[in-house]
T-cell receptor, first 113, second 113 residues
Framework: QKEVEQDPGPLSVPEGAIVSLNCTYSNSAFQYFMWYRQYSRKGPELLMYTYSSGNKEDGRFTAQVDKSSKYISLFIRDSQPSDSATYLCAMVEGSSNTGKLIFGQGTTLQVKP | NAGVTQTPKFQVLKTGQSMTLQCAQDMNHEYMSWYRQDPGMGLRLIHYSVGAGITDQGEVPNGYNVSRSTTEDFPLRLLSAAPSQTSVYFC????????????FGSGTRLTVV
């Protein structure tokens, strides 16, 4: 079993929809949580970073962390065609001194006009 | 400020050949990592470094070597290329061990025939 599980999709939604992307993890040592967006043939870019349970909002994006359930989510409101990309969750152990990111498999999202 | 620069962008190798993928960052980041990305697998950690002179293995290190003689550079060497090493390779760097601010390069697409 992988440490981080993410539904690979693909996920297709109409423009304006609310999108929910999810990851579960098995390692309770993970304390730092990130969401990356990756456009086709590009490198991942950091969207959201959080280290506490609860919600963090940035514009149309909300990251949610539930450490008790080992579950994180990314919500995209009013989705746009420009949001079409692969979304990757990533985590780092709190006790680690290495900065190693452990990624989920990535979810491919298509937002149709 | 160039960020993380990877060269080459594309490469075709014959089985058994060796080569070095270059990675350089100009942000004075201590933490640097190499990942490979394969369809449906997300990003898997090959090797990482927590500072000049300090490297360690990640999840899939076999067939790869790294060294870190300076803060700026973190080259990845393929010792004897195999078709299983056909992948997209990403280098990343970060200023802290919690993973915040990880910046990725644009990737190297490697094909081994």
């Amino acid at each position: 079993q992988k440490e981080v599980e993410q539904d690979p999709g693909p996920l297709s939604v109409p423009e304006g929809a609310i999108v929910s992307l999810n990851c579960t993890y098995s390692n309770s040592a993970f304390q730092y949580f990130m969401w990356y967006r990756q456009y086709s043939r590009k490198g991942p870019e950091l969207l959201m970073y959080t280290y506490s349970s609860g919600n963090k909002e940035d514009g149309r994006f909300t990251a949610q962390v539930d450490k008790s359930s080992k579950y994180i989510s990314l919500f995209i409101r009013d989705s746009q065609p420009s949001d079409s990309a692969t979304y990757l969750c990533a985590m780092v152990e709190g006790s680690s001194n290495t900065g190693k990111l452990i990624f989920g498999q990535g979810t491919t999202l298509q937002v149709k006009p | 400020n160039a960020g993380v620069t990877q060269t080459p962008k594309f490469q075709v190798l014959k089985t058994g050949q060796s080569m070095t993928l270059q990675c350089a960052q100009d942000m004075n980041h201590e933490y640097m990592s190499w990942y490979r990305q394969d369809p449906g697998m997300g990003l898997r950690l090959i090797h990482y470094s927590v500072g000049a002179g300090i490297t360690d293995q990640g999840e899939v290190p076999n067939g790869y070597n790294v060294s870190r003689s300076t803060t700026e550079d973190f080259p990845l060497r393929l010792l004897s290329a195999a078709p299983s090493q056909t992948s997209v390779y990403f280098c990343a760097s970060s200023r802290d061990r919690g993973g915040n601010g990880y910046t990725f390069g644009s990737g190297t697409r490697l094909t081994v025939v």
